[in-house]
C-alpha cells in the first residue's frame, strides 16, 4: 500500500498493489480530497478588537498589583488573586492557608502538650527559634498552646495570690488604727477627761427616751465607729434628737470611750458599754457562742490556710475572694452575733436603727423611724433584685447547701434575700417572736453537720430566723457592693441615704487609700485632718490628740 500527499491539489491519494493468480499487477487507486480552510477578515477584526480591550486590561491590573507591593508572584498569580479563584480556576492561598492552620490547631486543641516540650519565654524567642529549627505546623501548634497553658496558669495563680494577700491585709488591724487605740488607752490612764462619764448624769434617762432616735453600733473599730457616728450627726436635720450607743469589747473599751470622751459630737449623745458591762451577756449564758469560737472546726475554718484544699481550677476569682471574706475571723466575735440580743440589750426601747462599722451616712435617717412595718420585725433592703447584677442578685440558694436534706426541706432556694449593714428594728414586735432562740438552733445544727449547711458568715442563720418577720425598705436607704465593685455608678453612690462597704476594701484598712475614693467617704479624710492635722496616723507619725486640762477630783 502506498500513500501519497500532493499539496498543491491538495489531496491524499492511496494505493494498494497486489499480485493475482494470472501474474499480472492490479491494483486499487482511492484519492480523497481536502476542502480547504479559509480564515476571514471579519474573524480576524474580531480578535484584533478583543485582545486591544484585554491587553490593556491586563496591564493596567497588573501594574496597580506591582505598585502595591505585591512583587514575590507573577503576574498571572496576582491577577488571580484579584479576579478571584473562579474566574481563573486558582485557589485562594490566604484562606486555605487559614483553614489548614485551623485544623491543625483544631486537632491539637484535643491533644496534650507533649511532656518535655521547651516553650520560648518571649515572642521574639519564638520566632528566633521558628527561624533555626524550622518547626512542622504541629509542632508550632504544640508550642502555641503550651505557651498560652503557661500564661493562663501563671495569670491564674497570680490573681489568687493578689485575692490571698488581699484578704489578709483587709483582715489585720492597720498599724494606724492599732496605734490609735494604743495612744487612747494610754490617755484613759493618764487623762480624767478621757475618763469622763458618757454621757453625763444629766443626760443619762435619755438613753431610754423613746422620743429620740436610737442608733447601735457594735464594734472594735475606733476610727470607724468615729466615722459612722460623725457621718450620721452631720447628715442629720435634727441631731440633737440623735443618741449613739456604741458597743465594744473589754480589750477595746478604754480607747473607744477616750475618743468619744475627747471628741464630743454635740448635740448629740454617744454611750459607750463594753460587753463586759452587760451582766448577763456572758458565754455562760449563752453556751452557743462559747461553742462557736471554741469549736476546732470553726477556728481552723476562719483561722486555718484559708487556701488548703481549695480547687482552684473549679473557682473563678471573684467566688473565691467572696468564700475569702466569708472566712473573717470576725464572724465568730461576739460583736458580730450582737444584733440577735437587741431586745435584751435595750429593754425599754421600742425601735432601733444597727449599723455595721464599714457604713458612711450620707443622709437624714430620720424618716426612718416613720416607716410602717406592718407588724414585722426587720426592716431590711432586699438584694435579689436591682441594676448590679452582682451585688443584687442573692437569693438564698447564694448562701446555704442546698444538697443537704435539712436545708432542702426548710428553705425556698429562690426566696429573696436580703442585706445587713443598716437595719431598723421593731423590738415591741421583736419580743414577741422566737428569733433568738430560732437562731441558736440552727447554729447548733450547722455546728453538728461540721459547717456543711452555710459557710458565709452570720447573716445566714439570721435569714432562717427572721423569715417571714421582714419587710422591705426602699434600695435607696441602703447602697451595698463598695469595697470590691469596680464599677459602682458614683451617682447612685451619692444618691444613697447609706452607703456599705461590705467588700474588702474598707474605709478604714491599708487595702486604700483615705482621700482616693468617691464623694461618699469624704468625711474620713476631712475628720482625720481636722483632729490631726493629717490624713494617715501611722506608728511612726505624731498623731497629736487634743490636750485637755485635767479635771477637777
Not at 476542502?35 to 491590573?61: D, E, G, K, N
Not at 490617755?187 to 443626760?203: F, I, M, T, V, W
Not at 458612711?360 to 433592703?381: E, F, M, T, Y
Not at 452570720?458 to 426602699?474: E, M, Q, R, S
Amino acid at each position: 500500500m502506498q500513500l501519497h500527499f500532493s499539496p498543491s491539489m491538495r489531496s491524499i491519494t492511496i494505493s494498494s498493489s497486489s499480485s493475482g493468480g494470472n501474474g499480472n499487477g492490479g491494483g486499487d487507486l482511492m484519492k480523497i480530497k481536502v476542502a480547504a480552510r479559509h480564515i476571514s477578515y471579519r474573524t480576524l477584526f474580531h480578535t484584533i478588537l478583543i485582545l486591544a480591550f484585554l491587553l490593556p486590561f491586563v496591564f493596567i491590573l497588573t501594574a496597580l498589583v506591582t505598585l502595591e507591593g505585591v512583587n514575590k508572584c507573577s503576574s498571572i498569580d496576582c491577577l488571580g488573586r484579584r479576579l478571584g479563584p473562579k474566574l481563573l480556576g486558582r485557589s485562594d492561598d490566604s484562606g486555605r492557608l487559614v483553614k489548614d492552620f485551623f485544623k491543625i490547631l483544631n486537632q491539637v486543641n484535643s491533644e496534650k502538650v507533649p511532656d518535655g516540650l521547651k516553650l520560648p519565654d518571649s515572642f521574639n524567642q519564638l520566632v528566633s527559634e521558628m527561624k533555626n529549627n524550622k518547626y512542622s505546623s504541629k509542632e508550632f501548634a504544640f508550642i502555641l498552646k503550651g505557651m498560652m497553658e503557661r500564661y493562663e496558669r501563671e495569670i491564674r495563680e497570680s490573681k489568687f495570690s493578689e485575692l490571698m494577700n488581699k484578704h489578709f491585709a483587709a483582715s489585720a488591724v492597720p498599724k494606724g488604727i492599732h496605734c490609735l487605740s494604743l495612744r487612747l488607752t494610754d490617755e484613759y490612764s493618764s487623762n480624767a477627761h478621757a475618763r469622763k462619764q458618757l454621757p453625763s448624769p444629766e443626760l443619762l434617762p435619755l438613753l431610754s427616751d423613746n422620743s429620740y432616735h436610737h442608733f447601735v453600733l457594735s464594734t472594735d473599730n475606733i476610727l470607724a465607729a468615729s466615722v459612722v457616728v460623725t457621718s450620721a450627726v452631720q447628715s442629720s436635720v435634727n441631731p440633737s434628737k440623735i443618741v449613739f450607743h456604741v458597743i465594744t469589747d473589754k480589750k477595746t473599751y478604754a480607747g473607744m470611750h477616750s475618743w468619744f470622751a475627747l471628741h464630743p459630737l454635740p448635740p448629740a449623745i454617744v454611750e459607750v458599754k463594753g460587753v463586759h458591762q452587760f451582766d448577763w451577756l456572758t458565754r455562760e449564758n449563752v453556751p452557743v457562742l462559747e461553742a462557736v469560737e471554741s469549736h476546732f472546726g470553726i477556728r481552723n475554718y476562719y483561722h486555718g490556710n484559708h487556701i488548703a484544699g481549695a480547687n482552684l481550677s473549679d473557682t473563678t476569682p471573684r467566688t473565691f475572694a467572696s468564700k475569702l471574706q466569708a472566712r473573717s475571723p470576725k464572724y465568730i466575735s461576739l460583736l458580730n452575733h450582737l444584733r440577735i440580743y437587741l431586745p435584751e440589750l435595750f429593754p425599754n426601747l421600742d425601735k432601733v436603727v444597727f449599723l455595721d462599722d464599714d457604713v458612711v451616712i450620707q443622709q437624714d435617717l430620720s424618716p426612718l423611724w416613720d416607716i410602717d412595718l406592718n407588724g414585722k420585725v426587720n426592716g431590711a433592703v432586699e438584694t435579689c433584685k436591682g441594676e448590679d447584677e452582682w451585688v443584687m442578685s442573692k437569693r438564698l440558694r447564694n448562701y446555704f447547701n442546698f444538697s443537704h436534706p435539712l436545708i432542702a426541706k426548710n428553705l425556698n432556694p429562690e426566696e429573696c434575700a436580703w442585706a445587713y449593714g443598716m437595719n431598723i428594728f421593731d423590738l415591741q414586735a421583736w419580743r414577741k417572736t422566737n428569733i433568738r432562740d430560732t437562731y441558736h438552733s440552727w447554729l447548733k445544727e450547722n455546728l453538728k453537720s461540721n459547717l456543711t449547711l452555710w459557710k458565709l458568715g452570720t447573716l445566714p442563720p439570721a435569714l432562717i430566723a427572721f423569715k417571714g418577720n421582714v419587710h422591705p425598705i426602699d434600695p435607696s436607704w441602703h447602697m451595698l457592693g463598695l469595697g470590691y465593685q469596680n464599677k459602682t455608678n458614683i451617682e447612685n453612690v451619692k444618691k444613697a441615704a447609706v452607703i456599705h462597704y461590705n467588700g474588702q476594701s474598707k474605709p478604714c484598712n491599708e487595702t486604700t487609700h483615705l482621700l482616693k475614693r468617691n464623694d461618699g467617704t469624704k468625711h474620713i479624710g476631712i475628720m482625720l485632718k481636722s483632729l490631726f492635722g493629717r490624713t494617715e496616723l501611722g506608728c511612726g507619725s505624731t498623731v497629736r490628740l487634743p490636750t485637755l486640762a485635767p479635771l477637777a477630783v
